[in-house]
């Protein structure tokens, strides 16, 4: 996930209810961040977190159960093993 920020920053304000504000301020708290830190590294991260095209491709063959191989757990194990 790339989240790389530029350092340009825009003061905005938002309103948030009471009850979900107090939820965010005890989680910043919890992840040892600031409120505005946060809420910006949870907004990135819904806003960024996209799978790039091999991903995307990846995601659909298997959703459509093409080219599925046999897991063979016999090599699996002797896989393991050797490690």
Excluded: C, H, W
């Excluded at 530029?6 to 009471?18: D, P, W």
């Excluded at 806003?47 to 959703?63: L, R, W």
């Amino acid at each position: 996930m790339n989240t790389r920020v530029s350092s340009n920053k825009k003061q905005t304000a938002f309103r948030f209810s009471e009850d979900l504000l107090e939820r965010l301020k005890v989680r910043a708290k919890k992840d040892n961040r600031s409120l505005n830190n946060y809420v910006e590294k949870i907004l990135m991260e819904a806003v960024y977190d996209e799978p790039n095209e091999e991903t995307v491709a990846a995601m659909k063959e298997a959703k459509e159960g093409r080219t599925l191989e046999t897991l063979d757990l016999a090599k699996l194990k002797e896989f393991v093993a050797s490690l």
